[in-house]
């Protein structure tokens, strides 16, 4: 806890507006922060203070699935629809939301916490997260009825930290700031190659198998885990465009693609590794929103996925989906 402190103090440092030239120039020396823009493409707002409302869907399930993708078990934890507004004083905000509706009509006693932020700084951009989910709504087909099966796991419970950082390469003519902050405008459609790295953490425990009796094929490949502890990291890169529409709207679409090595250990009936010690997978993350930009107002509708892939043994993938909706409407006050 004590390291994921000390990264955001970092990030938060990185985000601090310079007092004058001389820290300027000693935070570009030790952060390789550009700020020099191609201003016919990326226009600055200047604007002290920000308000916004938002409306957001946040989700992080998983599935377990046989190499033939024949067997599939989806997990879902009770997804919140939150309603919320915020603000903030240069590059530093507050947000808060509360839940208006979920997903099932019987909450049956699941609880979730849920923590995301990203930070885009010149050509830099991070994304952190740390998530808990205690109950997992567990459906699939039935084996004997071959009909849907659902039923509701509350001893299931995950846990996730996840860090993504990617450089933009083209920082001078392309803004993903643009697409989700607000603070600067796309003028000129532009793209941009992405590359970095990541590290997550993925951490799984139930009671009894994840497996309910009820999805068990008689030739069923699948393992009754009931505990895994998975440690992932990688290399992503990629790409991401904005077209600029008429009438300050934007576009902006993003897939970056990644190989992740993964190593942990998984119980079923014993504890084994995974991999001999490792296993090589791969991750895909998208950024993608539709908005209007302009000196008061901006607003969007995005979608964010980060979607990886372990091979648990020769037979089984486990697949885990973190991503949110969200629909905001933003005023900047100069």
């Known amino acids: 806890m004590r390291s994921c402190l000390l990264l955001i103090v970092f990030l938060i440092c990185f985000a601090a507006p310079p007092a004058h030239a001389q820290y300027d120039s000693l935070l570009s020396r030790i952060t390789f922060l550009k700020t020099d823009f191609d201003t016919n493409y990326i226009r600055l707002v200047p604007k002290d203070w920000e308000a916004h409302l938002y409306m957001q869907i946040k989700y992080n399930s998983f599935e377990s699935s046989d190499k033939g993708g024949k067997q ?45 932020t990203s930070l885009y700084v010149g050509q830099h951009i991070f994304d952190f997260g740390i998530r808990r989910y205690n109950g997992y709504y567990v459906s699939g087909f039935d084996s004997s009825t071959n009909s849907p099966f659902s039923t509701f796991r509350n001893d299931i419970v995950t846990a996730n930290l996840f860090v993504n950082y990617l450089y933009n390469f083209n920082y001078r003519r392309f803004s993903l700031n643009s ?48 505990e895994a502890n998975i440690w992932s990291t990688g290399l992503i890169a990629g790409y991401a465009y904005t077209f600029v529409l008429p009438m300050h709207f934007y576009l902006t679409l993003s897939i970056v693609p990644g190989i992740t090595m993964n190593a942990g ?70």
């Open 179 to 226: 697409s989700f902050i607000g603070t600067e405008i796309q003028r000129k459609s532009a793209g941009a190659p992405l590359a970095g790295i990541f590290f997550q953490y993925n951490d799984l425990h139930a009671n009894s198998s994840v497996v309910p009796p009820e999805l068990e094929y008689p030739n069923n490949k699948l393992l009754p885990i009931s």
């Open 265 to 334: 250990e998984v119980k079923t009936d014993h504890y084994f590794g995974i991999g001999n010690p490792i296993t090589v997978s791969y991750k895909l993350i998208s950024k993608n929103a539709f908005g209007f930009s302009s000196s008061h107002f901006y607003g969007y509708m995005a979608l964010t996925s980060d979607r990886s892939w372990v091979r648990l043994n020769k037979d089984e993938q486990f697949t885990n989906d973190l991503g949110r909706w969200i629909v905001l409407l933003g005023y900047l006050i100069k």
């Open 72 to 116: 599939n078990i989806y997990f879902d934890p009770l997804t919140n629809v939150s309603l919320g507004g915020g603000g903030s004083y240069t590059n530093f905000s507050l947000d808060y939301g509360f839940a208006v509706t979920t997903n099932r009509n019987d909450s049956a006693n699941a609880r979730g916490f849920d923590f995301i």
